[in-house]
């Protein structure tokens, strides 16, 4: 393969100022010069390298300190929900590699998985691949409604969110039987997944439909009955009391309503405009009769956002999921003559979406390694971590910043 000049330009700078090449890559995209993805991937990867480990990375530091010394036999004795990423960071523990690397690492991985959908995307709709213009704002489309937090964090959540894309998109979209494995994947990656297992277990067994009226009845039903039903329903499961335990603090627990009560007003509102483009969404696929099963797992999630709208972090975590399960058929399906209009909307909604995604973690970015970012050369970036004495002495045990 031949190698221009400009993919010369473009490593060195990456090697010596990533944060100068972003310019480049962004060029590259737009010129269908797809080469760039990786080096995006990559660069995000440097920013999750850098990021804070606050809130649930806190947790996980304290997990992956701690799996250093478990022995081969001790770990396989671990119950847990989210066993494949502990066995990631079981594995790069015992490599004697820091917790920035698994954050890097996985972050790298789920852009990978998320531009492969991208990619496909145009590939498979000519109306999109064929304009450089369509196609450049169809990518930065998808990457807005990731929000700037989407994989740099790290944690089980949105590892196996992007696990979660991939595989369902070639499971519902391609018809791949290796979707499954995906799925099942993601789901013990982190178990809020096995929601979306089962909504494409249905989809693609049982050809689950529905039509509007009952799901408008369903949806006022859920704003009514939420909490009592979602309760029952963990009643039944077939699973330990620890692992009961562990749901309920999701649905009437610390994540049901405490965790954001003691946010600012800018905050919540921030938060809530990361997943706004949910509602013109349902909206927007009530008008389009004809296209209403093709974005079963949207619908499908839609349906068990409004039993869990008194859930905070559940409704947060599925509303984002639904805005990615939104947008993906509906690329699919873009026509210029028809869909000009909410395109441009829908592009509107992602770039507020990742705007607000800023504000909501900007006490992370002020506190944080972020900033080096801006200056730093790719060599360094990797000499920058946070060390037990600098997370003892700023973070608390709660996993809060103490400043």
Request: proline share 2%.
């Amino acid at each position: 393969m031949k190698i221009s000049q400009f993919q010369i330009v473009l490593f060195a700078v990456f090697i010596i100022y990533p944060f100068a090449a972003l310019p480049l890559i962004f060029v590259e995209i737009y010129n269908k010069n797809y080469y760039a993805l990786n080096y995006l991937a990559v660069f995000m990867g440097l920013i999750a390298y850098l990021w804070i480990p606050s809130g649930d990375l806190y947790r996980m530091y304290l997990d992956f300190t701690a799996l250093e010394y478990l022995s081969v036999s001790d770990f396989l004795s671990i119950k847990s929900f989210d066993y494949l990423y502990l066995v990631v960071m079981y594995i790069f523990a015992k490599l004697n590699l820091n917790f920035e690397f698994v954050r890097f690492t996985l972050c790298v991985i789920s852009y990978f998985l998320y531009f492969g959908i991208y990619l496909d995307i145009i590939k498979r709709n000519k109306e999109i691949g064929e304009s450089k213009i369509f196609s450049f704002l169809t990518f930065l489309m998808l990457f807005f409604f990731l929000r700037f937090t989407g994989f740099i964090t790290g944690v089980r959540f949105t590892f196996a969110m992007a696990i979660c894309f991939y595989g369902a998109y070639f499971l519902i979209y391609k018809n791949k039987s290796r979707g499954w494995v995906l799925l099942v994947l993601s789901a013990i990656t982190h178990f809020s997944m096995w929601l979306i297992f089962l909504i494409a277990f249905f989809i693609k067994v049982f050809k689950f439909k529905i039509s509007r009226l009952v799901f408008g009845l369903i949806i006022i039903s859920g704003f009514f009955l939420s909490t009592t039903l979602i309760e029952a329903a963990i009643d039944y499961l077939p699973i330990a009391d620890e692992f009961k335990t562990h749901l309920a603090f999701y649905t009437t627990g610390t994540f049901a309503s405490e965790e954001f009560e003691n946010q600012t007003l800018f905050f919540k509102i921030s938060r809530f405009l990361a997943y706004f483009a949910i509602y013109p969404a349902v909206i927007f696929i009530i008008l389009r009769k004809r296209e209403f099963s093709f974005y079963s797992i949207f619908v499908c999630i839609v349906l068990f956002l409004s039993f869990s709208m008194n859930m905070d972090t559940t409704y947060g975590r599925y509303a984002f999921l639904g805005v990615i399960f939104f947008i993906i058929p509906f690329l699919l399906k873009f026509e210029k003559a028809f869909d000009k209009r909410p395109f441009f909307l829908f592009f509107f909604l992602s770039f507020i979406t990742y705007a607000a995604s800023i504000y909501t973690v900007n006490k992370e970015i002020k506190y944080g390694n972020e900033y080096k970012i801006l200056y730093t050369p790719l060599p360094f970036v990797f000499m920058s971590i946070y060390d037990y004495q600098w997370v003892n002495y700023n973070i608390d045990d709660s996993g809060a910043m103490k400043n």
